[in-house]
């Protein structure tokens, strides 16, 4: 399952957030350091192609697909030189596939900051740093292992120092790794690095009520960022989301409805985290289950097939297809199939997003 890291300075709302998106029990406190272990989720992500195919199936079960969110605590200057325990910190997100940077930008005088005032361009200045110069320390010590290796004479080791000469000089200059174009060697390279400024970053302005807009100077400086430094924004309150998530549903559309809101900030945050994961959704229907799945763009059938099983895989014979609205307009896989509908495609085919799947395999 992927997953998704909040990160931030302390005191900024992580845990308040992260509590809405699980409706979980994350510790909440206002002083740093309250969340010394990173907890973890299980978020659904918000689906209503689901919900109309499941009209169709009325299944007993309905599954959604998931991604896994981890609130790491609060990171401070320092940090990459373990600073607040920054180095157990920083571990935790090198585990995560995409950042969710959460940025104070509300006045509150009863939440203290943990640099005296709010400012969303110096916070989000500290924490970048702190990741590029985790990035920096673990570019130099492969720079040293590589460096003995250079004596064998393996033109390998003289490529791969190369490329991490390369990454040094970028992230000397304090610019983060995704911003750079890199071959496919150099992305490889990173990769196994687990380099935390190569990861997708998406920030999360954390408003005030009256901000739901996000119209305020603090949140335009984020955004000013945010086109340089190659992140994507999301205006979010989550004081205004923990209260939405402890209503029933009718309850919170109502809420939310007076506030001028559509929709939850939540979903459109786990939307937006499934779009730079590029990932695609297909879905199943056979038996007491309605599901949906995950996976990256470009996954071929019989991969798709593992992802429910293995065995589904290994004995993969075909795949019958067909997108969800004509599913829909079918009834069935079975009208379908007799309608002519039913696509069959083999182990080449690419699945794509919104495809209703059935699997041929042998056991």
Partial sequence: MYRAGLIGL??????TLFNALTKGKAQVANYPFCTIDPNVGIVAVPDPRLERIAEVTKPERLTPAALEFVDVAGLVKGAHRGEGLGNQFLSHIREVDVIVHVVRCFEDPDITHVDGDVNPARDIGVVETELLLKDLETVERRIEK???LLKTGEKRYQLEMERLLKLKDLLERGESVRL??????????????????AKPVIYAANVAEDDLAGESPLVASVRDLASVAGANVLVVSAAIESEVAELEPEEARAFLKELGVDEPGLNRLVRLVYEMLDMVTFYTVKGPETRAWAVPRGTRAPEAAGKIHQDMQRGFIRAEVIDWESFIRFGSLANAREQGALRSEGKEYVIQD???????FNV
């Fill in 10 to 15: 302390p005191n900024v709302g992580k845990s």
């Fill in 146 to 148: 590589t460096g003995r």
């Fill in 180 to 197: 750079a174009r890199w071959d496919e060697e150099e992305k490889t390279l990173i990769a196994e690095l687990s380099l935390l400024s």
């Fill in 354 to 360: 919104g495809d209703v799947v059935l699997f041929r």
